[in-house]
């Protein structure tokens, strides 16, 4: 299903529920004179419409969806799910969780039930039906919101029995789950399914979210996550019931490790989620985050929430500058996004988001620098109209996201507990953010063919068909760049035998035969042939090459003058091997060689500090330029002339750009065509 909306939705989480009638009087008029034209409701009103188990009250939600339909907002309608009524867990306390310790939760908090609870899921499918039935077909319901932010792991007695089904279905028999988990280690030989129990700190969980067996700790989080994947497919299917046309998502958290967002996606209408950097989280790691979201459905995604200034559950919860929030809202929108919405519009007075920032705080006026940000950037965003929804980014280079490796990174044990997946990723996805160079974030199961350049950092995992396809993708000609920690091990984290990498070591013609840890103090260095050189550190693979070329040997330690990095030609491409964490001036030498290598293309000619990303549709380029350096930047040569859409104004080359301004420039394709 195609779901192109209809203008770019902007405004966010309401909650008149929280207030006094008069309030959403005071509201209506705030709303439009910030240019909303939004409302997510009923993101946590079960309580109130469902105060007790026989009955349900719609009648204030009736009336905010008619005074919010009556104004002309679109609403995006959550069911209310994540945060269970009082009633039912006094009631019912198996809906509740038990957690990593083995303890089983009362009442409270949110994102709190059992996903394998049959009382939960009976009542939230219940409540998903009713208001489906009784606001499914009106015609200001945009979009369905489905609980909200999906996380947490349970390892309760109904999540013991369903991980056994689960299994059954997966293996069968116990010998071929005895077989995959290497149950033979310590003894842990299964004889009956009900002696497997979920691998809490009771179980196998060890202390510190490690696992004695990675197997089955990578089994409980696959199963976990389609667990909880399953109750937002019975919401859905209750939903449909009742209205088979509008759009169902759930918001989503970016690289959150729990959930295999690939597989949500597949079950998504569209894809939303929630962007909360912190003050001092790096620009190019928010881009990264947005690709991904981007990259589960390759298509353009809702931003469901971020705030307007402030945060309150981080360490230090700074102000965003002035003008802040309009660039990080253009950076989402010039990597995907078609909407801009806050978290939330009037800021709560009492509760622990109290002073969580909002469109409206508490002085509840107009008269704040963050409304009128606010209300400037939605002037914009209207004014913009309808020009960039539904525009496609398109990348050269693919950068391989995969969950199941992320769990299996950060649950073995060894060779050092500083390597964290996304870490990894993020320090590669910057070398081409530098550069003003698409990237793609793809899964191991996406279509590699459209990209001249793979880059898989720490693909340690190595699943059932992922070689072959990687091995069609170079030898067809691409460039695949991979890392040390990767072809280690199958989907059930045991080792691929035969030497490191495993299935990747023919076509990176390289064995690994050790792999050394340093410690944070410690370092070795990269020599490169052209005798220049960079710092290395963490992992140190001690390498021999059995095809490939040498790109740079190390400068220290016993393994001095062996090989770090190497090439690899393969087929009609090739395979560059990193065996070490280069410092990213390193990674940067290397990254440049295959990128040259390849002709992979930066999105502008020239070099530029400013963020530069392309959306594009069949007759247009939108290119976004965004300035989040501490200092003021011209205009790249190349662009000077295009009209910024944003002020009507041709970009002229006499101009700077100040931190965190934005220019939104129109590139006619034809035109472009006329010139060459
Ligand atoms: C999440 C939730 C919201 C709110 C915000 C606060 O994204 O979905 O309900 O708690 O965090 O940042
Ligand atoms: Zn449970």
New binding site residues.
């Given amino acids: 299903m195609e779901h192109k909306l209809k203008r770019i939705l902007y405004g966010g ?1 309401y909650n008149p529920n929280q207030w006094p009638r008069e309030i959403w009087k005071q509201d209506m008029i705030f709303f439009k004179d910030a240019h909303i034209n939004t409302a997510t409701i009923n ?2 009103s079960w309580a109130k419409i469902q105060p007790e188990e026989n009955r349900y009250d719609f009648s204030e939600l009736d009336d905010i969806v008619d005074m919010l339909s009556r104004e002309g907002y679109d609403i995006i309608l959550a069911t209310s799910t ?1 945060a269970m009524p009082a009633w039912l867990v006094k009631r019912y306390p198996e809906v509740a969780r038990t957690d990593y310790e083995g303890r089983h939760y009362r009442f409270g908090e ?1 994102h709190n039930a059992c996903p394998n609870s049959l009382v939960f899921q009976k009542y939230a499918s219940k409540l998903a039906d009713e208001l489906a039935k009784r606001y499914g077909n009106r015609p200001n319901v945009t979009c369905w919101h489905i609980s ?2 999906y996380g947490g792991v349970c390892y309760c007695e109904n999540c013991a029995k369903a991980f056994r089904v689960w299994l059954k279905k997966k293996y069968q028999t116990l010998d071929r789950l005895n077989e995959a988990w290497n149950t033979e280690f310590w003894g842990h030989t299964f004889y009956d399914w009900d002696e497997i129990v979920p691998p809490n700190q009771l179980g196998d969980g060890l202390w510190g979210g490690n696992t004695a067996f990675a197997g089955m700790s990578i089994d409980y989080m696959r199963f976990n996550s389609d667990g909880m994947l399953d109750n937002f497919k019975m919401e859905k299917a209750a939903i449909r019931k009742h209205d088979r046309k509008t759009p169902i998502t759930t ?1 989503l ?1 970016g690289t959150y490790k729990e959930l295999d967002y690939f597989k949500w996606a597949k079950e998504m209408d569209v894809v939303s989620w ?1 962007n ?1 950097p912190s003050y001092n989280t790096p620009w190019s790691r928010v881009a990264m985050t947005h690709d991904l979201m981007r990259g589960l459905k390759n298509a353009p995604f809702i931003l ?2 971020q ?1 307007p200034s402030q ?3 981080q360490a230090y919860n700074s102000l965003k500058r002035p003008g802040q929030m309009r660039a990080q809202s253009y950076q989402t929108i010039a990597h995907g996004a078609d909407s801009i919405l806050f ?2 519009l009037r800021r709560s007075k009492g509760g622990c ?1 109290k002073f ?1 920032g909002a469109v409206i705080s508490h002085a509840q006026t107009e008269n704040t620098r963050v409304f009128r940000e606010v209300a400037e950037l939605g002037a914009e965003l209207e004014q913009l109209g309808t020009k960039t929804i539904g525009s496609v980014n398109q990348a050269e280079v693919g950068m391989i996201f995969d969950w199941e490796n992320f769990w299996a990174v950060e649950y073995t044990s060894g060779p050092s507990v500083n390597l964290k997946y996304v870490d990894q990723i993020s320090r590669y996805y910057q070398y081409f953010y530098d550069k003003n160079i698409g990237v793609d974030m793809v899964s191991v199961e996406g279509d590699f063919s459209k990209y001249k350049m793979l880059v898989a950092p720490v693909l340690y995992m190595i699943k059932d068909g992922v070689k072959e396809r990687l091995e069609q993708f170079v030898k067809n000609g691409g460039v695949l760049v991979t890392t040390m920690m990767s072809g280690i091990v199958d989907q059930s984290d045991n080792v691929h035998l035969g030497g490191y990498p495993g299935p990747l070591r023919e076509m990176a013609g390289v064995w690994v035969e050790e792999i050394d840890a340093l410690a944070p103090t410690q370092s070795n260095r990269l020599v490169f042939n052209d005798g220049s050189e960079s710092s290395c550190g963490m992992l140190c693979d001690v390498i021999h090459p059995e095809t490939a070329e040498v790109i740079a040997n190390y400068g220290e330690d016993f393994y001095q003058g062996t090989p770090a990095v190497t090439r690899n030609a393969f087929g009609s491409g090739c395979v560059y091997y990193i065996g070490t964490v280069p410092e990213n001036a390193g990674i940067g030498k290397v990254l440049d060689l295959a990128v040259q290598e390849r002709g992979v293309h930066s999105v502008i000619e020239e070099e530029t500090k400013l963020e530069v990303t392309v959306r594009s549709t069949e007759d247009a380029d939108y290119i976004f330029l965004i300035n989040f350096t501490d200092e003021q930047q011209k205009v790249p040569e190349s662009l000077i002339g295009l009209t910024d859409l944003l002020t009507g104004d041709a970009a002229d080359s006499t101009e700077c750009m100040k931190k965190y301004d934005v220019k939104l420039l129109k590139k006619e394709r034809n035109s472009e065509n006329a010139n060459e």
């Fill in positions: 989480d993101v946590f994540a949110r909200n932010e918001n958290m929630d909360y469901m929430e705030t945060q309150n559950w978290f939330q988001e969580h």
